[in-house]
């Protein structure tokens, strides 16, 4: 048996990591760290099929995981405020809508404003290539870590801060039920000026410049996108084949609902005390501010002498990728 295991482990390091891609695949996990119900909803890309669940509820502490193929790549999200409504049937929540009627999205977009997490597992180089996007507004604290990866861009990302409760007034969304402001428009989604919305004349990294709105993002959450072209400190990258834990309100205390005029700041001990069986969470500012000196290079959307960067340190992690991958093949499938 260990001389199959050294055979098959000295044999894959011979194969291209194609080969490893197409064994390997990803794993989400949602986490419902929130002291409310949170319906997660999930979005293929373009031309990929759409997963066996596009959407579903997680009570407070429920957690689910979702398998996807190693090409996969879309969008994931919770929606807040669902129900059902009792004379037609129809389901519906107040943020993060997707407008199926159903619990299910079924290749339906969230309505904004909506915290985004965006995913693609095999992008350029091989890498998976992640964020999470305030672009499209905000509504609820999502932090995404990523577990088994490797590469220095494979960090936790995300937004602990409770935006709704730092939200201008003519940004906030309300709902009829008196739960106080429950989401936060994007400037763009707002006035729909060219200049917010990175559109027309302002269709490129340098004229679309950051806005006292996506300023104030920026500073709630570091991490995370505040407008179209903030890319600079937002995309992450793993290589090897890394799971995701997604974790909606890592910490309790920004779960409360902003009418309580609660803001306290998350620091990592009280995220760490709340949520003990939660990996560690990365203290933001330091992940800001390494995040920061790694993004000299340029945009990673639109810049090649990036993505030649990110492709230098490719053989590396790649190597790494392969090591990875075969030791959760072989921990999966035992000879
Ligand atoms: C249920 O749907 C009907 C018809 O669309 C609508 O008039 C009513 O306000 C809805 N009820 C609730 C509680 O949303
Ligand atoms: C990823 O991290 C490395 C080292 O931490 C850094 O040199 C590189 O610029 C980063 N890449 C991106 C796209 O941020």
Redo the contacts with the bound molecule.
Sequence with gaps: MAQFRLLFSLLSLTLPPLFISGVSSGTFTLLNNCDHPVWPGILSNAGISQLSTTGFVLQTGQSKSVNTPSNWGGRMWGRTHC?Q????G?F?CVTGDCGTGKIECAGNNALPPATLFEITLDGYGGLAFYDVSLVDGYNLPMLVVPQGGTGGNCTTTGCSTDLNGLCPSELSVTDSKGDGIVACKSACEKFGSSEYCCSGAYATPNTCKPSSYSELFKRACPLAYSYAYDDKTSTFTCAGGADYLITFCPSPSTSQKSSSGSQTPVTPDSAATATPNSPSYIDSTMVYEGALDSSSASSLSSSPSTFLHVFRSHPVAGAVAIVSALWRLMMTHPF
């Design positions: 129900a409504n009792q004379s037609t129809e519906s």
